[in-house]
């Protein structure tokens, strides 16, 4: 969940997603003088509009992908990318509607938010101080705008 | 997001912790909690709001924004974040010696001294001037040379203070000109530091080391009971307590020197837990000045019917001795209104012997035990709680292990009023907490002396420079190390700079918002080592034990870089 009216563009959360998804030393201090550079999974978009994956019930990055390396986890539903596998084609970055998945600046691997599926609860939503990102069910999302 | 750690270890305080969650009062581990995370971008620097097209951030993470709108790079950012702590510090000991110097002028008091007052009081109009040409002669050559040789021996408010507050504004200085220029304003607060010191020995007469008593279990039950919060003016702190004597007012106080010649006060508690001595019951009335009070003061005030008297305020008051008188009656009042409100005083209590002064112990004797190698060294402890950390914890437990290693510790300020409500600062603990040879050199400088020794709120600069006339050489070539186990005000950052400069190396806890850009780290570290011979170190890891901590400084102690992040040297 998204709440466009809390999020006050602070990037936090891309701050602390580098960090914690994508460092080595999961410490900021030093996360910050890595080499290479972490990348963030959230993207703050325009103002006020933090973004990452939406996990889409039929995600087009997984029909893009010619070999299987974007998947979803059967378990929670979650989509992911399987590093090891990737050919960086970059077919799943253009086919994502939302720009959510974009190229490793420093590896050949196309890097995207799996919404911490390690870690039971996503480090963006833990670190929003206004709450704009939130993780939660929403059954009624198709008939209701929010 | 929770933060699981032991919030104190003093008793007393501990008491008060339920008692606070069971009636929902909001203590500064609460708040702290509610705070997490922290901004990251604030917390290495690599902010800025100086200007209305802001704020920016430097985001270590992408590359669309790695400059602020006016261009300012990462490296810019954290060296200014320095500056700017740097600048607020000085303006803090500015403020106090402005304060003292102009209360003392328009003769609120007659000095001990009077021409010694005068002389002083001149000094520091040519501080505020000039940065002090005249009583700069007071201070060794060497060091004085080195400082002019990089431009930033004090020339006055306007110089050091305003020109260097600009480049916040904007300006093409690179990241050593501004790490320089926080070095400049640093020293003009050392300075005025240094002169409050003198100005008070003048006015109220040389201190001699004396016994007073800590923590919560000195409140009164069936007395009045007045608290000072805040480092006040030393010529109101007097005339309340001459008042409170005649009526029967017991006077304690907090986050504040408790030495005022020829009165002294007890110390309830320190920075970090300047709500509880409220949360007894017992006391009455608290006047607060505006360093060092934490605002929450007052909510908890309303809950408890203290009355709460600023002594900061805006309207100023220009008889002090009537405002005194006012303050003394209001708390015997409020204690008559307050006799419903149990009292519930932990029975917590511990002496302490303060005020040390470079004449007394004689420095000549701590300088040969140094030479012959009976003491391992010198380390001077400064600065109050951060929440950070367990409260008094780092301090205690590093203090602890370095007299065990025959190190000589000399306290000044909110560390020591910490360190005094462990016993460190009685003169009874002397032999079990010092080593050997420790302990055989204090007993050689003064009968009755405390394992720490406290020089005041302005001594320690006092005693490090009568050791290099004593020693007559540079205090590089001595083992001697400042420390900052809990720092948080920025007036503690501007005390670390000064050490630096003047040679001593420092460590700093926690990590100073300088840590987003290699560039500036290196360069400081560059600078330090170049122009002072000395170091400013600031370790990285978030967690480190006390013991690991007080190994680096033994090392640094013994001339081994023992000091690093993560492993590897700081450069």
Same mark, same amino acid.
């Given at each position: ?146 | ?132 040409? &005249? ?32 480049? &916040? ?184 012997? *303060? ?19 009976? &003491? ?122 000064? *050490?630096?400069? *003047? ?8 990590? &100073? ?7 500036? *780290? ?50």
């Amino acid at each position: 969940m998204v709440d466009k009216t809390k999020c006050t563009g602070c990037h936090q959360c891309e701050l602390w997603c580098a960090t914690e998804i994508s460092s080595v030393s999961k410490e900021l201090y030093q996360a910050i003088h890595e080499n290479p550079q972490p990348v963030p999974r959230v993207y703050v978009e325009g103002k006020d509009f933090a973004l990452q994956c939406r996990h889409c019930e039929g995600a087009p990055c997984i029909e893009a992908c010619p070999n299987g390396t974007m998947r979803r986890d059967p378990e929670t539903g979650l989509v992911f990318v399987n590093e090891p596998t990737c050919i960086a084609c970059w077919m799943c970055v253009m086919a994502c509607p939302f720009g959510i998945i974009n190229p490793s600046p420093s590896m050949r691997v196309a890097v995207k938010c799996d919404r911490c599926r390690n870690m039971g609860y996503p480090i963006c939503a833990e670190v929003c101080p206004t709450q704009a990102l939130r993780l939660e069910e929403r059954k009624d999302y198709r008939t209701k705008a929010f | 997001m929770e933060f699981i750690q032991k919030k104190t270890i003093d008793q007393a305080v501990e008491y008060f912790l339920p008692k606070a969650a069971e009636s929902e009062i909001s203590l500064v581990w609460d708040r702290y909690e509610g705070q997490l995370p922290e901004c990251g971008f604030c917390e290495t620097g690599l902010s800025c709001r100086d200007c209305l097209q802001g704020p920016c951030i430097s985001h270590p993470f992408r590359d669309s924004n790695k400059m602020g709108v006016c261009g300012k790079d990462k490296d810019v950012l954290a060296s200014q974040s320095l500056l700017r702590l740097a600048l607020k510090g000085t303006m803090t000991c500015l403020d106090r010696i402005s304060e003292f110097a102009e209360e003392v002028e328009s003769k609120q008091i007659r000095p001990r001294n009077k021409a010694k007052t005068d002389q002083v009081l001149k000094e520091i109009q040519g501080l505020f001037k000039d940065g002090g040409s &005249l009583m700069m002669k007071e201070f060794p050559k060497p060091l004085i040379q080195g400082w002019k040789e990089n431009g930033i021996l004090p020339e006055g408010v306007a110089r050091d203070l305003f020109k260097s507050s600009q480049t &916040l504004e904007g300006g093409i200085a690179g990241v050593e000109e501004i790490l320089l220029r926080a070095f400049k304003s640093a020293l003009l607060g050392g300075t005025s530091q240094w002169l409050y010191g003198k100005l008070k020995r003048s006015v109220f007469g040389d201190q001699d080391p004396t016994k007073i008593e800590v923590n919560l279990g000195v409140l009164k039950n069936k007395t009045p009971n007045l608290l000072i919060c805040g480092p006040l003016s030393p010529i109101l702190k007097k005339k309340i307590l001459d008042v409170a004597e005649k009526m029967g007012v017991q006077v304690t106080g907090a986050c504040t020197s408790p030495l005022i010649p020829p009165f002294h006060f007890p110390i309830l508690t320190g920075y970090g837990s300047q709500e509880i001595p409220l949360m007894t019951g017992a006391v009455d009335l608290v006047v607060a000045g505006n360093q060092s009070v934490n605002p929450s003061l007052f909510r908890v005030a309303k809950e408890f019917e203290v009355s709460l008297i600023s002594a900061d305020g805006l309207s100023r008051r220009k008889d002090i001795g009537k405002f005194a008188r006012e303050v003394v009656e209001q708390a015997i009042k409020s204690f008559d209104f307050r006799r419903h409100i149990p009292r519930d005083i932990p029975e917590i209590r511990e002496v302490a012997m *303060m005020g040390f002064s470079p004449e007394d112990p004689d420095i000549k004797k701590i300088v040969e035990a140094l030479n012959k190698g009976q &003491l391992k060294g010198i380390v001077v402890l400064s600065g109050s709680n951060n929440v950070k950390y367990t409260q008094d914890q780092e301090t205690l437990l590093m203090t602890q292990e370095l007299l065990r290693n025959d190190i000589l510790c000399v306290s000044q300020g909110e560390a020591s009023r910490a360190l005094a409500k462990y016993g460190l600062l009685n003169p009874i603990g002397t032999k079990k907490n010092c080593g050997e040879n420790l302990s055989k050199v204090l007993s050689s400088l003064k009968k009755e002396i405390p394992p720490v020794l406290d020089f005041g709120e302005e001594g320690a600069l006092n005693l490090l420079l009568e050791m290099m006339r004593v020693g007559k050489k540079g205090l590089q070539s001595y083992p001697i190390v400042a420390c900052f186990p809990e720092a948080n005000r920025s007036s503690e950052v501007t005390q670390a700079l000064w *050490m630096v400069a *003047m040679g001593i190396p420092t460590f700093f806890w926690p990590a &100073l918002p300088i840590t987003g850009s290699q560039k500036t *780290m290196d360069t400081l570290s560059k600078l330090c080592q170049e122009k002072f011979g000395s170091k400013l170190n600031i370790p990285m890891e978030k967690k480190m034990e006390a013991l690991t901590k007080a190994d680096l400084i033994i090392k640094t102690l013994k001339g081994e870089e023992g000091f690093s992040i993560s492993g590897k040297p700081w450069k």
